[in-house]
């Protein structure tokens, strides 16, 4: 039977069609493709996560082994990406050895990703009591803004110098072993159009992760992060922000600490420990009442009380409860707190336990200048001298803090009646827009002479020497890593010389 030119026409595709769905589905351009990491997350001594995120769903492998041997290659979890995550997640290692590199190599639905650099981490070793801690250098920073004209406001940008995310990548790849990189608040900067809906944030999350120039960086270090105002809400947010649950829910998509608050706390609170070292990242948005609220004057009029008493008005809970605020107390004017009692609590128990010769206490707002007015635990002053005054009785030994959040760096040395100086380091920015202090500020008795940087920076904390010296070289490097300034704090220095005085 003859056939139709149609028929012709139509057989010769239909026995094409296997081949050409073999060819689609072997060719990697039509498989979802990597679009931010892979990021270093938690490291343990045993355990690792490695965080990434793709532009579609797509099926996750990973196989690791020591770099010193190659052929005892582990095949490790599955990780499928969907859309409910914005496909993004984190591979969780377990079962490591301690004190070990590993290397690495991710597939996605089958297909190895090609990248220039060597995939690899460092698991923590071991040392207490078997040796002295080890040297190692943390690198920290704020204020990451990322131009996105679609949404920015009009004018000159306010980001740029995205290479100082390749200064550090370079700084840190030349050391011997890894330390990891702190992110200290407005990592991202929601816009108006970002922070009207969860679907925005997670946007303005999307877009700034996926920086070119951030990438080597991500995969260099372990990344460790708390927030501020602006990559939690609005400038300045408060407690009230609407949308804070959906801000921490993002918090967690996109940041692989070892915990996030409480499972009774809610918050982004937690801490972890590297070799000598303890770091305390507190959540300052979570619980904070707006700065500007107004204290209200402490009065206690005992004719009213007697008057109120007598006709039966005023037992003796509304005489006590007069003083608080549900569970805190009104001396802090009408709740007015930066962290909350129950945070604080978890930071005192913490601080109690640890036993590291330094112990870096993180927050976003900055916690021990005065003296200007934007936000920062001044505010806040019977809160933060209700902590000074139980780190006095405590006398607990090796504090520093850590802050970001001005758009400019500067070293803080507080003095402290029977304790011992207290030292803040503020660093800021890394790629917004530098300012300078204003007014008095710019002369400020408390900031330690020469540390004043009012340029794009980052900083570095080197933690060195033997059990009996153990110092902190602190500095502050331009956007191409030259250093700008250096101090040294040792161990003996944040530490009582004596008891206090009665």
């Known amino acids: 039977m003859r056939r ?10 239909r026995s094409l069609l296997p081949w050409i769905y073999l060819v689609l589905s072997a060719h990697p351009t039509w498989a979802a493709q990597l ?10 001594s045993r355990t690792a996560d490695i965080w990434l995120q793709t532009d579609g769903p797509t099926e996750v492998t990973i196989e690791y082994w020591p770099s010193a041997q190659p052929t005892e290659r582990v095949v490790g979890p599955r990780l499928r990406l969907e859309a409910g995550s914005d496909f993004a997640g984190r591979l969780s290692l377990v079962g490591l050895r301690p004190g070990t590199r590993y290397v690495y190599r991710i597939a ?6 090609t990248a220039e650099r060597n995939l690899a981490f460092e698991t923590q070793a071991l040392w207490q009591g078997r040796r002295s801690p080890a040297d190692f250098t943390f690198y920290l920073g704020s204020c990451a803004y990322i131009n996105d004209p679609a949404v920015d406001r009009p004018g000159p940008p306010l980001g740029g110098g995205y290479r100082i995310f390749q200064s550090i990548a370079r700084a840190a790849a030349g050391l011997p072993h890894p330390g990891l990189m702190l992110w200290l608040g407005d990592n991202i900067y929601l816009r108006e159009a970002d922070y009207a809906s969860p679907w925005g944030m ?5 877009h700034a992760r996926s920086l070119p120039e951030l990438q080597p960086l991500l995969a260099t270090l372990p990344h460790y992060a708390i927030w501020d105002d602006h990559d939690y809400g609005p400038n300045d947010a408060n407690r009230s922000f609407v949308f804070k649950d959906e801000s921490l829910r993002l918090f967690k998509r996109y940041w692989a600490n070892p915990s996030y608050g409480l499972e009774e706390l809610p918050g982004i609170f937690t801490t972890f420990s590297y070799q000598d070292a303890d770091f305390f990242l507190l959540d300052n948005r979570f619980y904070r009442a707006a700065d500007k609220t107004e204290l209200p004057k402490e009065e206690l009029d005992l004719l009213k009380e007697a008057r109120d008493w007598a006709l039966g008005q005023n037992p003796i809970t509304r ?20 962290f909350g009692a129950e945070q604080l609590d978890w930071l005192k128990q913490a601080l ?10 993180a927050a976003g707002s900055q916690l021990m200048n005065d003296g200007h007015p934007f936000e920062g635990w001044h505010n806040f002053p019977a809160e933060r001298e209700a902590f000074l005054a139980w780190l006095r009785r405590q006398n607990i030994p090796g504090i520093v803090f850590l802050s970001g959040d001005r758009h400019f760096t500067e070293l803080i040395r507080r003095e402290v009646k029977d304790l011992y100086p207290l030292y803040e380091l503020t660093c800021s920015p890394l790629t917004a827009v530098a300012r300078s202090p204003q007014d008095k500020e710019l002369d400020n008795p408390l900031r330690v002479k020469g540390t004043l940087v ?9 933690v060195t020497g033997s059990d009996k010296d153990r110092r902190l070289i ?4 331009d956007s191409d890593g030259q250093l700008l300034w250096e101090r040294v704090l040792r161990a003996a220095e944040l530490r009582r010389s004596e008891p206090p005085k009665e």
């Open 352 to 361: 109690l336990q640890s036993r590291a010769t330094f112990k870096f206490i």
């Open 474 to 477: 602190l500095r502050s490097h």
């Open 454 to 462: 009012t340029q794009r920076n980052f900083c570095s904390i080197e």
């Open 35 to 44: 679009t931010a990491g892979p990021m270093l997350g938690h490291i343990t």
């Open 4 to 13: 139709s030119p149609q028929a012709c026409q139509i057989l010769p595709m």
């Open 108 to 113: 996605l639905d089958g297909q190895p990703l």
């Open 202 to 206: 997670n946007v303005r999350y999307r």
């Open 319 to 338: 005489l006590i409860g007069r003083r608080y605020f549900g569970s805190q107390p009104l001396l802090l004017g009408e709740n007015k707190v930066m």
